[in-house]
């Protein structure tokens, strides 16, 4: 199994080029099953999980094409990807492909919007939480579906078409949001949708289906209005940078120090996090082609923080701020609100010194004057890519395994934090 080594002590100074945002081009990808013409999505990210979802909408008969590289470009120049769901050939999702990855629930909507019916396997618990499904079967109902459960999938009707409805969702959730609204944009008539996520990838997947052909105002607040069409046509589309990756490499600068500028970066889809660190001590300033990332000397302060829906600070950052605030001069305490089991990195990052205590939903950091490196396990996405924060501070080698959790989510992660200087590589067993 593959590891990443890392040896700690050296500050980040160079150019980090921010790939297309995982969060975006998986839903991006499944409104591909909306229409039969091709969809075209460019800066798509190398990512496992976008490989994964491939193979998963080519089995309901989505065919994937990847454009080859062309001269000049480079390794993270993002990949234009053409999707085309000419004939939906199979409505079934499942379990052995939605448990790899949760999202591909998010095909039920679409599905059952183009073809009026799907059968998809409920993707089950996760390390970071429980994860229920509840809201998206509620608004998919609510469109006029029936949605039985038998043996482990979600079994969904809608002989007649999806009619549309006033949705108000009793808690925030990103995927429900997409589900529904992907549903929505084919559904007979007027779809409101109160107390949707707010979150960028939901706004650049409400943009993309409006270039489809579909109508949806109210895009980046917390009420989307759906106006049904019969049908969508193909688009072309660019997906929006990756905020989490942005803010990871924004935390890992702060933890070393340096000097980085994050190419392609827009603050704007991350503000609550970039106040948290300059909060901290950490100088950001935005320019013309990212944002520029410096901490020179001074210490870290302390932060007290509470995840919670955009535009707050999203979980997704939660552990990385967590491994940062480690070496801050004082106690952070980090609340944890959406995920209740979010917390797995806490032990790893005990094992490289970290001083943290976990009472419910909070974290309590001590700063520690040195971390040293040691060997630890990635547990899940944001969590591993928290102990490489980590890593690269603490003396010594630290040594990662379990990271097919990093590639799930980090393009080129080593070559990024290698070609600013972090001594950081993968080694084959
Ligand atoms: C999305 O997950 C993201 N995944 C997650 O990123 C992210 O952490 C999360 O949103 C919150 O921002 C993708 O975009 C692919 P939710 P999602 O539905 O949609 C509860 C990463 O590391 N809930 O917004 O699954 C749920 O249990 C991943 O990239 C219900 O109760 O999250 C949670 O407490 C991890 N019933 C809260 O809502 C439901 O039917 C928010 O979850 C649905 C959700």
């Keep these: ?85 000419r004939d939906i050939v199979d409505t079934t999702a499942p379990y052995d492909l939605v448990s790899q990855m949760r999202a591909s629930f998010w095909v039920l909507g679409p599905l059952l919007a183009r073809c009026g019916k799907a059968k998809v396997s409920l993707p089950g618990g996760c390390a970071i939480g429980t994860r229920p499904v509840d809201l ?74 409006n270039k489809m052909g579909a109508n949806i105002t109210g895009i980046g607040t917390e009420t989307l209005v759906i106006e049904g069409v019969d049908a969508l046509h193909g688009a072309r589309h660019a997906v929006l940078p990756d905020r989490i990756e942005t803010g990871t490499y924004a935390m890992a600068v702060a933890m070393t120090g340096g000097d980085v500028q994050l190419e392609g970066a827009r603050a704007g889809l991350l503000e609550s996090a970039l106040d948290v660190l300059r909060g901290s001590g950490v100088t950001i300033t935005e320019n013309n082609s990212g944002i520029r990332v410096a901490r020179n000397g001074a210490g870290l302060q302390p932060v007290d923080v509470t995840t919670a829906p955009f535009p707050a600070f999203p979980t997704d950052l939660q552990a990385q701020l967590m491994a940062l605030m480690c070496r801050a001069e004082g106690t952070s305490h ?72 990093l590639d799930r989510g980090f393009e080129q992660l080593e070559q990024k934090l290698g070609n600013c200087g972090a001594t950081i590589e993968r080694l084959a067993s």
């Design 1 to 85: 199994m593959e590891r990443i080594r890392i040896v700690g002590g050296s500050a980040l100074n160079g150019t980090i080029p921010i790939s297309g945002a995982k969060n975006a081009a998986l839903p991006l990808m499944i409104a591909s099953i909306l229409t039969p013409e091709p969809l075209v999505l460019e800066n798509v990210p190398r990512l496992r999980d976008v490989n994964l979802l491939g193979r998963i909408l080519g089995n309901h008969g989505v065919d994937m094409a990847i454009a080859g590289k062309r001269a000049g470009q480079s390794e993270t120049t993002g990949q234009v990807m053409t999707l085309t769901a």
């Design 136 to 209: 998206h079967l509620m608004g998919l109902r609510a469109l006029g579906a029936s949605i039985d459960i038998e043996n482990g999938y979600a079994l969904a009707e809608a002989p007649r078409g999806l009619k549309g409805a006033t949705i108000s969702f009793p808690k925030v959730s990103v995927g429900a949001t997409h589900n529904v609204l992907m549903a929505a944009v084919l559904a007979r008539g007027t779809t409101v949708l109160e107390n949707a996520a707010r979150e960028p990838e939901i706004g650049d997947v409400a943009a993309c289906l």
């Design 334 to 405: 980090i609340t944890e609100t959406i995920f209740e089991n979010r917390f797995m990195h806490v032990q790893e990052l005990a094992r490289l010194g970290a001083d943290i205590s976990l009472n419910g939903e909070m974290a309590t950091i001590r700063g520690v004057k040195r971390l040293t490196g040691a060997p630890v396990m990635a547990t899940d996405l944001r969590a591993s890519v928290s102990l490489v924060i980590a890593g690269l501070v603490a003396e010594g080698e630290t040594t990662i395994s379990r990271i097919y959790h």
